[in-house]
């Protein structure tokens, strides 16, 4: 089966490749950003042309939380109309869509597990386009897998795990935010499931959820980096009224893997466990 991987140069294409590389599956391909520009019909419909892909995996995202706020048209030309013309790429070429989406679609202020099944509403300007992005594909492609994730972390990239080992080093004391919970997501395993589901064959299309397993603050997370790394940091709990930011996020945010996990006999790993690898292979 021949995968085309758009965004491939970002974290989640970059952990794409180094699971692609150990499973040793080598019909897949990294367009450069210029050949795989999801703002750009044309050349989208050219590379499929060309490559002729059975997947399409869309790594592609406005992922600035805060700067979204600021850069609505931008966010959400990339997020709504970059997911609508790669949904149109992949039905006019024959392509099935793996799309990466978030549980930003959600307010986040519901203490249980969330399903796909439950109503969605975002609180921020990067949550609402995604889900514009989730609903576009949804109306014009049948053939799609669309992949909410929360606190995706790796090697790869600018993210929470390496933000707070670079902390760690500089500072001796850091406030972390303490009350808002969810599911940390380590960028590796999620590329290994998006494979598992290509593997499979299955037609088992809509809207699926993963994360790792288990729930946690910002605050214990944080905890968790230097706790594993061995990093001597005095951490302070920092409430959500206390560390303004431009967009809202949700106070509450865990998603239910029931779906995934039975529809395609994925296997999910603990949280603290996963970190621990990404750890040791960063420091």
């Known amino acids: 089966m021949k995968i085309v991987v758009l965004g491939g140069s970002g974290q989640l294409g970059s952990c794409l490749k180094k699971v692609s590389t150990e499973r040793n599956i080598t019909d897949i391909s990294f367009p450069t950003e210029e050949a795989g520009n999801i703002l750009d019909i044309e050349a989208l419909e050219t590379l499929l042309a060309h490559e002729k892909p059975e997947y399409v995996i869309n790594c592609a995202a406005y992922t ?24 149109a790429a992949c039905k006019k070429h024959g392509a099935a869509l793996v799309h990466i989406s978030t549980d930003f679609v959600f307010k986040g202020n519901v203490t249980g597990l969330l399903s796909e099944a439950d109503s969605t509403e975002p609180e921020n300007i990067y949550g609402l386009t995604k889900l514009e992005g ?14 909410r994730t929360s606190w995706l972390y790796s090697e790869y990239g600018n993210n929470f795990v390496k933000t707070m080992l670079r902390l760690g080093r500089e500072r001796d004391q850091l406030g972390v935010i303490v009350d808002q919970v969810g599911s940390p997501t380590y960028a590796i395993d999620l590329a290994g499931a998006i ?45 959500t009224s206390e560390y303004i930011t431009k967009a809202v996020r949700p106070a509450y945010s865990v998603m239910d893997k029931t779906k995934i996990k039975s529809a395609f006999g994925i296997s999910i790993p603990y949280w603290r466990d996963s970190l621990g690898i990404c750890i040791n292979r960063l420091v």
């Not at 600021?70 to 997911?83: E, F, L, P, Y």
């Not at 699926?208 to 997370?221: A, P």
Request: some cysteine; charged content about 25%; glycine content about 4%.
């Open 64 to 87: 600035a939380v805060d700067k979204a706020e600021d850069d609505q048209d931008i966010c959400r030309k990339v997020n709504r109309d970059g997911a609508a013309n790669v949904a």
């Open 195 to 239: 494979l598992d589901i290509i593997e499979s064959g299955s037609r088992a299309y809509g809207i699926y959820h993963y994360s790792n397993e288990g729930v946690t603050s910002w605050y214990d997370f944080a905890k968790a980096v230097f706790d594993i790394s061995e990093t001597p940091v005095t951490l302070v709990p920092v409430k």
């Open 134 to 147: 989730e609903i576009a594909i949804a109306e014009m492609l049948p053939e799609h897998f669309i992949l």
